[in-house]
């Protein structure tokens, strides 16, 4: 398979090289910033809610914990989507490939030391 | 599988610097010259791999919080008000590196440097009170030494500062070839990268802010 980045074309703006629709490029030009506006006050929308939650107690505390973690999830599918322009590319956005395997990484490193450790403390 | 550098006959699949690069209609300036847009697709790499080291931090984090030897736990030595503060600061920037942006791609360069110095100066902010807060923690006794907990945490919390820092550094550098050069493919790609890092750095922030500071809270 050949590398060559192609110059998007709009009129076969359905297609890629890549095959895959979700990785086609797109760009957004915006008359006023309103995605980043939007994008600022969900993102202080999803950080209030979490302190908010916190403090009340609203629930036991690993419910609690998974419901936090959950806003911070959304808060960065937030800064990937508005802010870090995910979705563009000169040709297929590849970026996205690696960034997915990397959280699942990410989130099976930090989910199985957790895992893996609570035997050790659990017979201390 | 063999590479097909340097053993095909046929040309290199990418083009090098040296041709000139050619400005597509409708597309950014940094993404219209090709090498600067593989330079992009390359800095998504250097954020994964940053990503990685975070997940490990994060993971001797989380496995180290229990023990606190005979120095205080995450309860009883965070504070929220502070951290909030920061996530405020971090929060804010990111929006002001996005505002940045935008006025780069409408070719604004005097306002694209506005809301940079902007950014940089929410960044110091945020840096000024972690870095308050840690000497606070010492003061009390609760330094890197003190506990497998402390020492997690500084290591966490200290490597995402240390990025902040550098990332002040690297814009300080990038405004001052802009200023010098103009807006082009290149300095528009590294007002880009950053703009890239930048957010990347709130996320970890995020998370930082939810699994240390609202999980001492929720524990």
Known sequence: ?124 | MSLPLGTSEEPLPIRFADEPAHHLAGVPLEFADEEQSLKITGFWMVLVTDLLIFASLFASYAVYRPMVAAGPSGAQLFGLGSAIAETLFLLTSSFTVGIAVWYMRRGNQRAMIGWIVLTLLLGAGFLGLELHEFAVDIARGASWQTSAFLSSFFLLVSTHGAHVLFGILWAVGIVVQVLRRGLNAVTARKVYTFSLYWHFLDIIWVFIFTVVYLGAKIA
């Open chain 1, 1 to 124: 398979m050949r590398a060559e980045l192609q110059t998007p074309d709009p009129s076969r703006s359905t297609e890629t090289e890549a095959g895959f629709e979700f990785l086609n490029p797109h760009f957004a030009p915006e008359r006023f910033p309103w995605p980043q506006v939007w994008g600022y006050g969900g993102s202080l929308l999803l950080t209030g809610a979490a302190v908010y939650l916190v403090l009340l107690h609203v629930l036991p505390a690993a419910g609690l914990g998974a419901l936090v973690l959950a806003l911070a999830g959304g808060q960065a599918l937030l800064q990937l989507g508005v802010f870090m322009h995910i979705r563009e590319s000169r040709g297929p956005a590849w970026q996205i490939l690696p960034l997915g395997l990397s959280f699942v990484i990410a989130f099976a490193l930090v989910g199985m030391s957790i895992w893996i450790m609570t035997f050790k403390w659990g017979a201390s």
